[in-house]
RNA sequence: GCCCCCGUGGCGGAAUGGUAGACGCAACGGACUUAAAAUCCGUUGACCGGUAACGGUCGUGCCCGUUCAAGUCGGGCCGGGGGCACCA
């Protein structure tokens, strides 16, 4: 059982607390039925917030974390987590992340890590690599400065080699939500397709000995070409800029703007004609013009692609702008070719259907489907392409230049090149006295750290001061918690293969794709290089829903906190001076809009328990939660109940329970509800139906209530249900239920106790009330015998007067019985 | 633009194709109390008729369909949310 682990903040807020409730309520649950249970808590040490505190209060970042940890973990005791804490783990002491490094050393040998260069935003202010989305607009999220593309040297992780894999491997993942599956899905976005080699000529139509190699899904259309077109970023682009100085203006205003997705919106389609020709795989003597775009992607497919303005409608926008020919040569089934060509050819929209293809030569005729495998037969036959599968996933860069993380292991000799950190130089620890006064990464500058002798050759040498990506870290935390003290390796591969995968993984759907996809990745590559024989690391997943809660504004326009703010009814007032605020709609609770309870406010006003029963009761888990007082206020009320309840069990003193047969009916009723709702508990837990399981606990909670304590038969049957309820609400509200089994008398502790086990036979009821509808509509109910035969059914639903007066006199058309259902009469 | 999910009372939400609105919140009425809080009891989908018990009609975003029967299945709209986004 795992939740993800928390970012040490230094503040619990509600998100935490459903998140490790619900994993909670899981544990408990599983426990008393008998599992084997392991449910650890860690801490996601390393990452930037700890780099602005220092920057803003001049802390050093380990100094703020780990206080940060201590004040956190104090926090989480109330709420009455049944966490392992002594496999707490912190990946920001050199005893985690040194596994980490050898780790990485051996994904480098095995091919999975490697270093190239690569175009990177850079912040010229910050002097530092920054995230797509840390830059918006196209400047940095922080200094406001213009992101520059830059080619830098970075560590990735060879997360493509395993594409093909992480995808298929999807279907295996059954107790994951399809959101989840499908987001990753569309992540990896596997296309089918054909590489193609265009031989280029000079503008004077001279071959210049180069090809020019595209990647296209459509290559039945290659007879509707109109131009090609390459990345501004790409090497062909960057030869011709040499000599071609409006090119090289071009292409630096291209690299200007950024590759943040508010930019590339923005940005309008642009091309620059190189003059080059490219020659026509198919179509003898036949050229297109070589365009330098700036929408064509280096990252993606070849960098260069091939246009078809008649089906796609990026393509038909450039040729337009560009006066470029529009060709039709896929038509739909149904329609007239020539003219569907002749519309299609003048007007601005691309056709992307499916058809026939037209104007295509050797392809006329052909489905589209039948068209791009004749196309790319023909195209390995003269040699000038292949088909292909291309993902749209890119190899994870890990390299930052932060402080405040993973060194990367690897020294940097002018002689040898990149060189492994000997396994007995590791860890490679981060130095603790560094200053934050100047932007930019402190190891950089630091007067020592990163200077050392080349382990190859013993020459003077530079440490890389790169630090990984905080990714990395939780990619393989859940298996350090099998192992938590293992010293010489990252953990125990018995122990590993032991506990993994996760049986159930709960967190936050913000992680869908990268923190999940990445876990998968380093099983993977953990697996390759030994450490374990496993792909999945995450059998089940949950992912709740936020927590939220309405906005208030001021007058003024400022947020204001819901502890600033009095509601009565539809209006809000501001605490202060009781001038009215505007009510917003219920928002993520987030700092920028205020919109934060403190849980610990509430846990000290109302207790865990509380706060845990109404976030387990109000939504379904993987819903949005709406925070509200007078929920939290619900269940408070609810527990006050439960206790009084429990103070009158106690009061009857210690009795068995008779046999049922001398119980009286009430007392019978309320022993039979007993069984049903440890049935429908038991179920509801399972099923991740918290929800639904407090709402059966209260509904028999409500039938106790009304049981009368007329006789000793009843007194029994009282405690006995109140034992029940405290073993069913136990992973809900663990405090209480266990004060209440105390009070009963029982010497052993619930947190010890086996789950409740219903008798199939209390189930059972002699009789079945069933609905009895004429024309689908309901007319009356029956109660009849419960294994009665359709007949008695029939007989006895037609008797009812409702039903009779709906007849009218004639008899039935007629008549469905579904037995323990339904019947339904059909009138004349 | 593409992909996905969701629309049920005043609100959060229940409901293997079979009595829509469980359970809770809020509101209202009552009991207890000098009073308040707490607690307990009751009412509460809409509309129509009736002094009343009660009876009737409509009702799960809108339209169409499948079925003896649709909140649930299928098709088409409308609205809300999320993911991806110049991926060739």
Same mark, same amino acid.
């Given at each position: 059982?795992?939740?993800?682990?928390?970012?040490?903040?230094?503040?619990?807020?509600?998100?935490?607390?459903?998140?490790?409730?619900?994993?909670?309520?899981?544990?408990?649950?599983?426990?008393?039925?008998?599992?084997?249970?392991?449910?650890?808590?860690?801490? *996601?040490?390393?990452?930037?917030?700890?780099?602005?505190?220092?920057? @803003?209060?001049?802390?050093?970042?380990?100094?703020?974390?780990?206080?940060?940890?201590? +004040? !956190?973990?104090?926090?989480? !005791?109330?709420?009455?987590?049944?966490?392992?804490?002594?496999?707490?783990?912190?990946?920001?002491?050199?005893?985690?992340?040194?596994? @980490?490094?050898?780790?990485?050393? +051996?994904?480098?040998?095995?091919?999975?890590?490697?270093?190239?260069?690569?175009?990177?935003?850079?912040?010229?202010? =910050?002097?530092?690599?920054?995230?797509?989305?840390?830059?918006?607009?196209?400047?940095?999220?922080?200094?406001?400065?213009?992101?520059?593309?830059?080619?830098?040297?970075?560590?990735?992780l060879k997360i493509t080699h395993f594409a093909e894999d992480l995808l298929t491997s999807i279907d295996?993942? @059954?107790?994951?939500? *399809?959101?989840?599956?499908? !987001?990753?899905?569309?992540?990896?976005?596997?296309?089918?397709?054909?590489?193609?080699?265009?031989?280029?000529?000079?503008?004077?139509?001279?071959?210049?000995?180069?090809?020019?190699?595209?990647?296209?899904?459509?290559?039945?259309?290659?007879?509707?070409?109109?131009?090609?077109?390459?990345?501004?970023?790409?090497?062909?682009?960057?030869?011709?800029?040499?000599?071609?100085?409006?090119?090289?203006?071009?292409?630096?205003?291209?690299?200007?703007?950024?590759?943040?997705?508010?930019?590339? =919106?923005?940005?309008?389609?642009?091309?620059?004609?190189?003059?080059?020709?490219?020659?026509?795989?198919?179509?003898?003597?036949?050229?297109?013009?070589?365009?330098?775009?700036?929408?064509?992607?280096? =990252?993606?497919?070849?960098?260069?692609?091939?246009?078809?303005?008649?089906? *796609?409608?990026?393509?038909?926008?450039?040729?337009?702008?560009?006066?470029?020919?529009?060709?039709?040569v896929v038509a739909p089934k149904n329609e007239d070719a020539k003219d569907f060509a002749a519309k299609l050819e003048s007007g601005n929209e691309a056709f992307t259907g499916d058809g026939v293809a037209i104007n295509s030569d050797f392809l006329d005729g052909l489905a589209v489907t039948e068209a791009k495998r004749a196309a790319i037969a023909k195209l390995e036959k003269i040699k000038l392409g292949t088909g292909t599968v291309q993902y749209r996933l890119r190899d994870w860069g890990v390299s930052r230049q932060r402080y405040w993380g993973c060194p990367v292991p690897i020294i940097h000799c002018e002689g040898c090149g990149a060189v492994p950190v000997p396994d007995k130089d590791l860890p490679v620890k981060l130095p603790d006295d560094v200053t934050f006064d100047k932007p930019g990464n402190p190891l950089d500058r630091h007067p020592t750290w990163k200077h050392v002798d080349c382990p190859a050759c013993g020459k003077t040498a530079v440490r890389e001061t790169d630090t990984f990506d905080t990714f990395i870290e939780s990619s393989w935390y859940f298996a350090r918690f099998c192992s938590p003290d293992s010293t010489d390796k990252p953990f125990d591969k018995k122990a590993a293969m032991a506990w993994l995968p996760v049986d159930q993984y709960i967190g936050g759907v913000e992680h869908a794709v990268l923190h999940l996809l990445y876990s998968r990745f380093f099983t993977r590559a953990m697996q390759a290089c030994g450490y374990l024989d496993l792909k999945e690391p995450f059998g089940g997943l949950f992912t709740q829903g936020m927590v939220c809660h309405e906005t208030y504004k001021s007058p003024e326009g400022q947020w204001l906190s819901p502890a600033d703010v009095t509601k009565s009814g539809e209006t809000a007032v501001r605490n202060a001076d009781k001038v009215p605020v505007t009510v917003g709609r219920s928002e993520k609770m987030s700092k920028s809009k205020k919109n934060t309870v403190d849980p610990q406010h509430i846990i000290d006003t109302y207790g865990a328990d509380a706060a845990r029963l109404f976030m387990l009761s109000d939504s379904p888990p993987e819903r949005d939660l709406e925070w509200t007082d007078a929920g939290i206020e619900g269940a408070w009320r609810y527990l006050n109940r439960l206790w009084r309840m429990a103070a009158a069990a106690r009061d009857i003193g210690a009795r068995e329970l008779p046999a049922f047969a001398s119980l009286s009916g009430n007392a019978q009723g309320v022993v039979r509800h007993a069984h049903r709702a440890i049935h429908g508990?038991?179920? +509801?837990?399972?099923?991740?139906?918290?929800?639904?399981?407090?709402?059966?606990?209260?509904?028999?909670?409500?039938?106790?209530?009304?049981?009368?304590?007329?006789? *000793?038969?009843?007194?029994?049957?009282?405690r006995f249900a109140v034992g029940v309820l405290a073993q069913l609400i136990n992973p809900l509200a663990p405090h209480i239920a266990e004060e209440i089994w105390a009070t009963l008398g029982n010497a052993n502790p619930l947190v010890d106790s086996a789950w409740p086990k219903h008798d199939p036979a209390m189930l059972e009821e002699s009789t079945v009330t069933v609905a009895v509808q004429v024309n689908g509509k309901l007319r009356g109910t029956i109660t009849v015998a419960k294994n009665a035969d359709k007949a008695i059914y029939e007989s006895t639903a037609l008797a009812l007067e409702g039903v009779q007066k709906y007849l009218g006199g004639k008899p039935p058309r007629k008549v469905i019985v579904v037995p323990e259902k339904i019947v339904n009469i059909v009138a004349a």
């Open positions: 059982m795992l939740e993800m682990f928390p970012y040490p903040s230094g503040r619990l807020h509600m998100g935490h607390v459903r998140n490790y409730t619900l994993g909670d309520v899981v544990a408990r649950f599983k426990k008393a039925q008998g599992h084997n249970v392991l449910h650890p808590m860690g801490w *996601d040490a390393f990452g930037l917030p700890a780099e602005n505190a220092a920057l @803003e209060r001049g802390i050093h970042p380990g100094t703020w974390t780990r206080q940060n940890i201590k +004040d !956190m973990r104090a926090q989480f !005791m109330p709420l009455g987590l049944s966490l392992d804490w002594e496999r707490e783990i912190s990946t920001c002491e050199p005893e985690y992340y040194r596994h @980490e490094q050898k780790m990485f050393l +051996d994904f480098v040998k095995a091919g999975l890590a490697y270093r190239k260069e690569s175009w990177v935003n850079w912040d010229p202010v =910050e002097n530092t690599v920054l995230a797509n989305e840390q830059v918006i607009d196209g400047k940095g999220w922080r200094s406001g400065a213009v992101v520059e593309q830059r080619k830098l040297n970075q560590w990735f295996g993942l @059954e107790r994951w939500p *399809d959101k989840v599956r499908l !987001m990753q899905q569309n992540w990896i976005g596997r296309s089918e397709g054909a590489r193609v080699l265009w031989p280029l000529l000079d503008s004077a139509g001279k071959g210049i000995g180069e090809k020019l190699e595209v990647f296209t899904t459509r290559p039945d259309t290659l007879f509707g070409a109109s131009f090609c077109a390459v990345s501004p970023q790409h090497p062909l682009a960057a030869k011709l800029a040499e000599t071609d100085t409006a090119l090289a203006a071009f292409i630096a205003e291209c690299n200007k703007a950024g590759t943040s997705t508010a930019t590339i =919106e923005a940005a309008e389609k642009k091309g620059y004609d190189t003059g080059l020709q490219a020659l026509h795989p198919f179509i003898e003597k036949w050229t297109v013009p070589v365009y330098v775009a700036n929408f064509v992607l280096m =990252e993606y497919g070849a960098g260069a692609i091939f246009g078809c303005p008649g089906h *796609d409608q990026r393509d038909m926008d450039f040729a337009r702008k560009y006066d470029l020919r529009v060709s039709c508990v038991t179920e +509801d837990l399972e099923k991740f139906r918290f929800n639904s399981a407090v709402a059966k606990v209260r509904e028999f909670s409500n039938a106790i209530g009304e049981l009368t304590l007329d006789d *000793d038969g009843a007194k029994a049957a009282y």
